[in-house]
């Protein structure tokens, strides 16, 4: 799949640019480079007031759970 081609590329720019990093500089690079353009969409449709239906899809794919869920249960 796609995603998964682009995070492969990701995976090896990252690792490219710190030969012999360690795994979790390596690992901390690699999740805020993944997460930087999603992170940065977010904050964009916060401003514009549109976000809490994304971020409530973002919590189901990733299996996080909000204050109210954890409260209620799933």
Same mark, same amino acid.
């Given at each position: 799949?796609?995603?998964?081609?682009?995070?492969?590329?990701?995976? #090896? +720019?990252?690792?490219?640019?710190?030969?012999?990093?360690? %795994? *979790?500089?390596?690992? $901390? &690079? @690699?999740?805020?480079?993944?997460?930087?353009?999603?992170?940065?969409?977010? #904050? +964009?449709?916060?401003?514009?007031?549109?976000?809490?239906? %994304? *971020?409530?899809?973002? $919590? &189901? @794919?990733?299996?996080?759970?909000?204050?109210?869920?954890?409260?209620?249960?799933?």
């Amino acid at each position: 799949a796609a995603i998964l081609r682009h995070f492969d590329a990701v995976r #090896d +720019e990252v690792l490219g640019e710190a030969p012999g990093a360690n %795994a *979790e500089d390596a690992t $901390r &690079r @690699l999740v805020n480079r993944l997460l930087h353009r999603p992170s940065r969409g977010l #904050d +964009e449709l916060a401003r514009s007031g549109t976000s809490g239906e %994304a *971020e409530r899809q973002l $919590r &189901r @794919l990733f299996g996080l759970a909000g204050d109210d869920e954890r409260e209620n249960g799933p």
